[in-house]
T-cell receptor, first 115, second 110 residues
Framework: KAGVTQTPRYLIKTRGQQVTLSCSPI?????VSWYQQTPGQGLQFLFE???????NKGNFPGRFSGRQFSNSRSEMNVSTLELGDSALYLC??????????????FGQGTRLTVV | QKEVEQNSGPLSVPEGAIASLNCTYS??????FFWYRQYSGKSPELIMF????GDKEDGRFTAQLNKASQYVSLLIRDSQPSDSATYLC??????????FGGGTRLMVKP
C-alpha cells in the first residue's frame, strides 16, 4: 500500500512569489492535514481537510490556504512568500477526521526555501 | 505555555540501556496521545499511540499515560544506535488539532 506522497520534495522560490504544494493521501484515507516544521517553532498545524471541506485551521495568516479534491488529494498554497516561510511542509493523512483515536501518517515533506 | 511540552535533550544513553522520554500536556480534554520518531532530514514516523491510563507495550517500546498528572512517557528497552532520533509527543486538543511537543533528541551511544 503506497504511503502519503508529497510533491515536489524540494522547492526554491523568491520572496513575493507564490507556491503550490501537493499531497496524495494513503488510499482510502479521506482526511489530510498540513503542518509547517521549522527549527524554532517545531511542528505547527496549518489546516485539515476532510471530504473537500476545511475542518480546522491553525494560527497562520491568510496567505496560507488549501483545498481538497474529490479524490482526497490536497493542495496547499502560500502567496506572497516571505523569508520566514522557509520550512519543511508536511502533510499527514488519516482514515477518519482528526480527533481522538485517529492515527495520522506523514508524507516525506516538501522542503521550501525562500530566497 | 505550549500545549504539549517535552525536554529538548539531548538525552544520551548507552547501547542496551532503557531510554525514558517524557511529555506533559496542558489540555485536560486531550484523550489520545501519540509518539512519533523523526530521523534527521526525514518525516515523522508513528511509533505508538495510547488512549487509556496505564501502560501499553509494543516490542521494545512501552507508552505510559497518567491522565491525572497529565503525563505521557515512552520507554525504549535495549536501546540501539539506530534508535537515535528526535521523538515527538503529540495529542489532539479540544479543537481536534494534533498538537506536537518540541521533541526530545535521543542519542544512543555504542
Amino acid at each position: 500500500k503506497a504511503g502519503v506522497t508529497q510533491t515536489p520534495r524540494y522547492l526554491i522560490k523568491t520572496r513575493g512569489q507564490q507556491v503550490t504544494l501537493s499531497c496524495s493521501p494513503i488510499s482510502g484515507h479521506r482526511s489530510v492535514s498540513w503542518y509547517q516544521q521549522t527549527p524554532g517553532q517545531g511542528l505547527q498545524f496549518l489546516f485539515e481537510y476532510f471530504s473537500e471541506t476545511q475542518r480546522n485551521k491553525g494560527n497562520f495568516p491568510g496567505r496560507f490556504s488549501g483545498r481538497q479534491f474529490s479524490n482526497s488529494r490536497s493542495e496547499m498554497n502560500v502567496s506572497t512568500l516571505e523569508l520566514g516561510d522557509s520550512a519543511l511542509y508536511l502533510c499527514a493523512s488519516s482514515l477518519e477526521p482528526a480527533g481522538s483515536n485517529t492515527e495520522a501518517f506523514f508524507g516525506q515533506g516538501t522542503r521550501l526555501t525562500v530566497v | 505555555q505550549k500545549e504539549v511540552e517535552q525536554n529538548s535533550g539531548p538525552l544520551s544513553v548507552p547501547e542496551g540501556a532503557i531510554a525514558s522520554l517524557n511529555c506533559t500536556y496542558s489540555d485536560r480534554g486531550s484523550q489520545s496521545f501519540f509518539w512519533y520518531r523523526q530521523y534527521s532530514g526525514k518525516s515523522p514516523e508513528l511509533i505508538m499511540f495510547i488512549y487509556s491510563n496505564g501502560d501499553k507495550e509494543d516490542g521494545r517500546f512501552t507508552a505510559q499515560l497518567n491522565k491525572a498528572s497529565q503525563y505521557v512517557s515512552l520507554l525504549i528497552r535495549d536501546s540501539q544506535p539506530s534508535d537515535s532520533a528526535t521523538y515527538l509527543c503529540a495529542a489532539y486538543n479540544a479543537g481536534n488539532m494534533l498538537t506536537f511537543g518540541g521533541g526530545t533528541r535521543l542519542m544512543v551511544k555504542p
